[in-house]
Nanobody
Framework: QVQLVESGGGLAQPGGSLRLSCAASGFTFRNYAMSWARQVPGKGLDFVAG????????FYADSVKGRSTISRDNTKNMLYLEMNDLRPEDTALYHCAKEPASDYVGNYDYWGQGTQVTVSS
């Protein structure tokens, strides 16, 4: 019954910005850490960013650190990823992912269908 529905992807120019959103349902959202992971064709999921259940602690992959901000609204069961200074290598299918713990990330047990981000001029 876990449902994770991503939106906000699309075509962006290099140097541009996007804000990805994830609507979560089917579990007690506020009790779990959440993450964003991305995937290119033929490859597995790569961790992008994670956030603890209370929203106070965040983690980022080196590739996006300083350019991205993960956040959550526990009153609305929403997860967000703001990406700035986008680069062609950011092109991927971005998945919202549920973590099995409240205070650990990178071990997702569910993920959504993804929203496509394409960075190209």
């Amino acid at each position: 019954q876990v449902q994770l529905v991503e939106s906000g992807g699309g075509l962006a120019q290099p140097g541009g910005s996007l804000r990805l959103s994830c609507a979560a349902s089917g579990f007690t959202f506020r009790n779990y850490a959440m993450s964003w992971a991305r995937q290119v064709p033929g490859k597995g999921l790569d961790f992008v960013a994670g956030i603890y259940s209370d929203g106070r602690t965040t983690f980022y992959a080196d590739s996006v650190k300083g350019r991205s901000t993960i956040s959550r609204d526990n009153t609305k069961n929403m997860l967000y990823l703001e990406m700035n200074d986008l680069r062609p290598e950011d092109t991927a299918l971005y998945h919202c992912a549920k973590e099995p713990a409240s205070d650990y990330v990178g071990n997702y047990d569910y993920w959504g269908q993804g929203t496509q981000v394409t960075v190209s001029s």
